[in-house]
Structures are given as C-alpha cells and as structure tokens.
C-alpha cells in the first residue's frame, strides 16, 4: 500500500510562486510514475503534471507550461511542484497520484493511488 501526503497549498497573491511537496510511504515508491492533478470548484479534476519513475521525463498540462516544474527527490521519498506566476484561475485543490507502471501519463486512470489534497487560494 502505498500512502500520499501532499503539503504547502495556501493562499497566495497572484504573481507569486508555490512549492507543493508531496510524501509517499512505501519501499517501491521509486519504481512508481507520480503526477500533479487539480480540481477548481465545480470542475472536472483535470491533469497538471507528470514525472516517470526515474525523472527522466517530465509532462505538463498547457496551462502551466513554460511556469512550472515538478521534480521527484529519492532520498526524501518527496516529489514537488513548483508553479511560478499564479493566477486566480489556478485556485484548486492539488492532488498527488501514483502509478505502479513506472511510465507517466496525462491519464486520471492511469493512477492507483491519490493522496487527499492541498488547497491552493490565488488572490488577485
């Protein structure tokens, strides 16, 4: 079983950076693909980031491209999301997944396990 725990959501102005971090249980943790998900208040979850298990390959939703990074720390069984740039529209609970296929993907159901969530709160 593996358990995900994310942290460092808050409220923050728009034009700031966030770092999320997100903590996984479980010795296999570095064979899994990790991604960054959100969901806005009444909209669909949709995907943000990717990263496989190795970090050799990286993906991001259009929406943050060019803005954001997610990186993975073995050591610390921690992989992270920074967001550079927010904007109001970027307010969502963030969630932390994890595949057992060690290749990442943009897919929801790619993902076996999902952590409970941070909220981000962009002011303007």
């Known amino acids: 079983q593996v358990q995900l725990v994310e942290s460092g959501g808050g409220l923050v102005q728009a034009g700031d950076s966030l770092t999320l971090s997100c903590g996984a249980s479980?010795?296999?943790?570095?064979?899994?693909?990790m991604a960054w998900f959100r969901r806005a208040p009444g909209k669909e979850r949709e995907f943000v980031a990717a990263i496989n298990y190795n970090g050799a390959s990286t993906f991001y939703a259009d929406f943050v491209k060019g803005r954001s990074f997610v990186s993975r720390d073995g050591s610390k069984n921690t992989i992270y999301l920074q967001i550079n740039s927010l904007k109001p529209e970027d307010t969502a609970t963030y969630y932390c997944?994890?595949?057992?296929?060690?290749?990442?993907?943009?897919?929801?159901?790619?993902?076996?396990?999902w952590g409970q969530g941070t909220q981000v709160t962009v002011s303007s």
């Open positions: 997944a994890a595949s057992l296929n060690g290749r990442a993907t943009m897919r929801d159901d790619w993902y076996d396990y």
């Open positions: 479980g010795s296999t943790w570095s064979a899994f693909a």
